[in-house]
């Protein structure tokens, strides 16, 4: 593997992220990290990497934030090889709670602020005819079959489709894209902090409050996913030739897709006649 590769980690002062910026790091490799604050990422990365690490205060929101950060880096390590948007949150409510704002928020950091890092970052990799993206979005992005989720769900089909067409796009200068696909990693990602809950919830919707009630209290701390097990693949991809543009992680993440996979070949057998029924009569 090149550990002269620089990677650029969002989102990576908890989860996912910070444990493959502490892998990164452990592997030699120079990293830029992003989070709200720079100090509760330096606490949270720990150790002493020297001028490999460099922790960013980054509000993605912000386009200017994003191009201020991307400036950082370069001017630190001279390039960017290899970025991972994995900034995000939960957000749980169905669709009749969650008001317009309650759901924007959420596509605001999940989607809108991964699209400003690649905005800023593929001028760099397009310069340089090489480079990998990863999206981070979640077996939620394949699957939106959890009451409750459906907001959440959106913005991570959100980023699985339009990393679809980045792949495409970027294929022509050398540069990959990958969309991840987590399963239920043990992670602090079903925390409080890391989620946000309909501030009016429907009582009806009985489902939706068993759904959140399982994720806060049993699944939460007991997910069989090893989150440093899932950032080694991640790092393995990255220095594969031939990288997927769909990447599942987790036994359950891969159940989850062949159910649903099986579930779409019923439905299109079972209406294949008059679904294709529908040109112009010759």
């Known amino acids: 593997m090149?550990?002269?590769?620089?990677?650029l980690v969002t989102g990576a002062s908890k989860g996912l992220g910070l444990v493959l910026v502490q892998q990164l790091l452990a592997g030699g490799y120079k990293v830029?990290?992003?989070?709200?604050?720079?100090?509760?990422?330096?606490?949270a990365v720990g150790g002493e990497y020297g001028d490999r690490f460099l922790p960013l205060e980054v509000?993605?929101?912000?386009?200017?934030?994003?191009?201020?950060?991307?400036n950082k880096t370069i001017a630190a390590f001279g390039a960017i090889d290899v970025v991972v948007n994995n900034a995000g949150y939960g957000q749980i409510g169905t669709l009749e709670e969650l008001s317009d704002a309650e759901a924007r928020s959420n596509f605001d950091i999940n989607?809108?602020?991964?699209?400003n890092v690649i905005r800023h970052t593929m001028p760099h990799l397009r310069a340089q005819q090489s480079g990998h993206i990863f999206n981070i979005a979640s077996v939620g992005g394949y699957t939106g079959n959890f009451p409750g989720w459906g907001i959440y769900c959106a913005t991570k089909f959100a980023v699985a489709g339009l990393t679809e067409?980045?792949?495409?796009?970027?294929?022509?200068?050398?540069?990959?894209?990958?969309?991840?696909?987590?399963?239920?990693?043990?992670?602090?990602?079903?925390?409080?902090?890391?989620?946000?809950?309909?501030?009016?919830?429907i009582a009806a919707y009985e489902a939706a409050r068993e759904s959140q009630r399982m994720h806060e209290e049993d699944i939460n701390g007991r997910q069989q996913?090893?989150?440093?097990?899932?950032?080694a693949v991640m790092i393995r991809v990255a220095a594969s030739a031939q990288p997927p543009v769909h990447l599942f992680?987790?036994?359950?993440?891969?159940?989850?897709?062949?159910?649903k996979n099986g579930l779409i070949q019923a439905d299109m057998l079972a209406?294949?006649?008059?679904?294709?029924?529908?040109?112009?009569?010759?």
């Open 32 to 43: 830029a990290a992003t989070s709200r604050t720079t100090p509760a990422l330096t606490a």
């Open 59 to 70: 509000s993605l929101t912000s386009e200017q934030s994003v191009q201020d950060a991307v």
């Open 111 to 115: 989607v809108f602020g991964l699209l």
């Open 249 to 259: 992680l987790g036994q359950d993440a891969y159940d989850m897709a062949e159910l």
């Open 271 to 282: 209406w294949q006649k008059e679904g294709t029924a529908t040109g112009f009569a010759v």
């Open 165 to 201: 067409s980045l792949a495409a796009e970027v294929k022509p200068f050398g540069v990959h894209a990958t969309v991840v696909y987590p399963g239920y990693f043990r992670t602090d990602f079903l925390s409080k902090d890391s989620i946000a809950v309909a501030a009016q919830p």
């Open 225 to 231: 996913g090893d989150p440093l097990k899932a950032a």
């Open 2 to 7: 090149n550990r002269e590769k620089v990677w």
